[in-house]
């Protein structure tokens, strides 16, 4: 049996692998690379998928960087089965669809340069005619019931506790006789989250292909990050300015609703503070979280049925157009803006960005991963300016970083989930995960569990046998990666800006604040000596 990494190998987008084995080629998820120009260039080269060949696939969850090239396959000729679970197939509906008019719209916007400058039409990515073909493929499975979409496999669907009918796949393969097991943990989710189940636990494998996503690092406590979003809220508040959420519409957003409903209810939050959804996706996103409740935890589902609803405020206004979306930054005085994306790298959060991230009283609130690359990362580093519509704008909101949202586990929570599996060969490779924050992971799984651990490279290609040395080959048409030397120069600038600015709160803050603000000197001088190891 082989297995190729066609994405999410040391990157957290493009979670794709593809598998060969009984004479059937199938793969377990098709994600769309997001970050810098280099890596969103894979989208463009799916020739190496060969989609024509594929059989089926098995999807674990809605988020785009698991499924956004699906059209882009059918485009191409993949014409098999998809297969996941009930509101995975509702919200691929949606977010399919979204995601091609993204392309259609940003093809078209490219174009129009192009063409002024006398070079040919950009065709988009794929479009909305694309998606839609996609969704009678479609076939959904409910957690915990098997079923073999390929002579010799079996799958099983299990709550990965990540998002609305995410799930980790368990897949039984027979091969020549001989059984295997391999277990995708998809993007495991935090435990004890607010909406969703904590994730099922399995205790058997003989290959587990791990979300390292914080595999370096803890997320902060529930009660704390909610007491971080009040000091947001109330910053902007006294200010008279914004405070706006690039949150990912699926999950994500559904999550910040239910946590303003929490400080609403114990009168956190400025009453007749409009709270604004101002995202077309998020909102179709949370009628099919009200379609799926069975899917939800037990606490949400008993408020439900007191009739309360943790998805809505008073004070809540959905922005579904144009016109209302533009309406937000006409109107003067604070308020609360959820948008999309969640990294701000495309959709309408770019333009409340614009219109309030120079103002000194506004709050930026990151709640979710950052990938390289994006326009979210970059403010999170504490870039100084930053590039909108063609415009330098520069960055005087304050700005909030609040990991404990989180839809992934932590550190210690993948390390817990761990612990239970009993298969002592059991062989680990960590994917969907940034290179550093995957080593560091790797060395914890070998330490304390004697596990095998491999970090897979991007177009990586392995042969599974149980209990047998990995073969591992590099894909041989495989063109050495382009370094973004722009993108380097510009992460470390403002790396050295964030190291001076630490240096200068050090020597006036309380000793325990001075020993956190000494160890992030020293993780910012360990990936400023990274990069310069690269030049």
């Known amino acids: 049996m082989k297995i190729k990494f066609m994405g999410a190998a040391r990157t957290v987008t493009g979670s794709c692998y593809v598998l060969e084995t009984n004479g059937l080629r199938f793969a377990v998820d098709c994600g769309m690379h997001q970050g810098n120009a280099e890596i969103e260039k894979r989208n463009w080269d799916v020739d190496i998928y060969q989609p024509e060949t594929i059989d089926f696939f098995i999807i674990t969850h809605a ?20 297969y ?48 839609t073909a996609t969704f009678p493929m479609v076939r959904s499975v409910p957690y915990d019931e098997r079923f073999e979409p390929g002579s010799g496999i079996t799958v099983n669907f299990k709550d990965a506790g990540h998002i609305l009918g995410a799930s980790l796949v368990e897949l039984w393969v027979q091969e020549n006789g001989i059984p295997s097991k391999l277990v995708f943990s998809g993007d495991i989710g935090r435990p004890a989250q607010l909406l969703m189940e904590d994730p099922s636990i399995v205790d058997t494998a003989d290959f587990l292909f791990l979300d390292s996503t914080y595999g370096n690092r803890d997320h902060k406590g529930e009660d704390e990050s909610l007491d971080e979003l009040v000091e947001a809220i109330a ?75 943790p998805l809505y405020l008073p004070q809540m206004r959905f922005t579904p157009t144009t016109e209302e979306s533009i309406a937000i930054n006409t109107l003067s005085g604070p308020a609360v803006v959820i948008s999309a994306s969640g990294m701000a790298n495309a959709g309408r959060i770019k333009h ?46 304050k700005v909030f970083t609040i990991n404990g949202f989180s839809a992934h586990a932590g550190q210690s929570q993948l390390l817990e989930w761990l612990s239970h599996f009993q ?61 973004n030397w722009g993108y380097i120069l510009e992460d470390m600038e403002t790396r050295f800006a964030r190291i001076k600015e630490h240096r200068a709160q050090l020597e006036t803050k309380p000793w325990v604040e001075q020993t956190d603000l000494r160890d992030r000197l020293l993780e910012l ?7 310069n190891s690269e030049i």
Request: charged content about 30%.
């Open 525 to 531: 001088n360990r990936i400023l000596t990274e990069i």
């Open 423 to 483: 298969t002592r060969e059991m062989q680990v490779f960590l994917v969907h995960g940034e290179f550093s924050a995957q080593q560091v992971l790797a060395d914890m799984i070998r330490d304390r569990f004697g596990f095998k651990v491999l970090i897979p490279e991007y177009l990586e290609e392995t042969t599974l046998e149980p209990g047998r040395v990995l073969k591992r080959v590099e894909y041989p048409e495989r063109a050495a990666p382009r370094i």
């Open 84 to 131: 996941t679970t009930p509101p995975t197939r509702d919200l691929l509906k949606i977010l399919l669809l979204d995601s091609a008019h993204i392309q259609e719209m940003e093809a078209q916007w490219r174009s129009k340069k192009h063409l002024r400058s006398g070079e040919k039409f950009i065709k988009p990515l794929y479009t909305q005619k694309d998606a």
């Open 63 to 82: 988020h785009i960087d698991h499924t956004g090239l699906l059209p882009r396959l059918v485009q191409k000729g993949f014409k098999g089965q998809i």
């Open 235 to 309: 910053y902007s508040y006294r200010n008279g300015e914004k405070v706006i959420i690039p949150a990912f519409a699926v999950e994500r957003t559904q999550e910040m609703m239910y946590c303003l409903y929490l400080l609403s209810k114990d009168g956190r939050l400025p009453q007749g503070m409009p709270v604004y959804l101002d995202s077309p996706l998020a909102i179709q996103a949370t009628e099919i979280f009200r379609r799926h409740t069975e899917y939800l935890d037990e606490e949400t589902k008993e408020l439900i049925q007191k009739g309360e609803d």
């Open 352 to 397: 409340h960005l614009r219109h309030n991230i120079w103002r000194e009283g506004a709050s930026i609130v990151f709640v979710g991963f950052q990938a390289q690359g994006t326009t979210g990362r970059k403010i999170v580093d504490g870039a100084q300016k930053i590039r909108l519509f063609n415009e330098e704008i520069a960055v005087k909101a």
